[in-house]
């Protein structure tokens, strides 16, 4: 899978492949990029398996985000 742009607003964190696919995951799922400067956000490395943003200690798994929709986890 390839992503192709990653953007954030107050509430989501969103996806876009290059097949343009898009999704998005609340920011409450996760603590630390919820809590985070905006500058801390941009500041990601991707894999081909994932985002990880050393500075908070954060990782996101592609398969995990491109599976789950806002409906199947209620927090």
Avoid: C
């Avoid at 509430?11 to 999704?23: A, P, Q, V």
């Avoid at 919820?34 to 908070?56: C, D, V, Y």
């Amino acid at each position: 899978m390839e992503i192709a742009k990653i953007w954030f607003n107050d509430e989501n964190i969103y996806l876009k492949t290059e097949e343009g696919e898009e999704k998005s995951m609340p920011l409450k799922w996760f603590p630390r990029l919820k809590n985070a400067s905006k500058a801390q956000r941009e500041n990601f490395e991707l894999s081909p398996f994932g985002i990880h943003w050393k500075e908070i200690d954060e990782d996101l798994s592609f398969e995990g985000f491109f599976k789950y929709q806002k409906e199947d986890v209620k927090i």
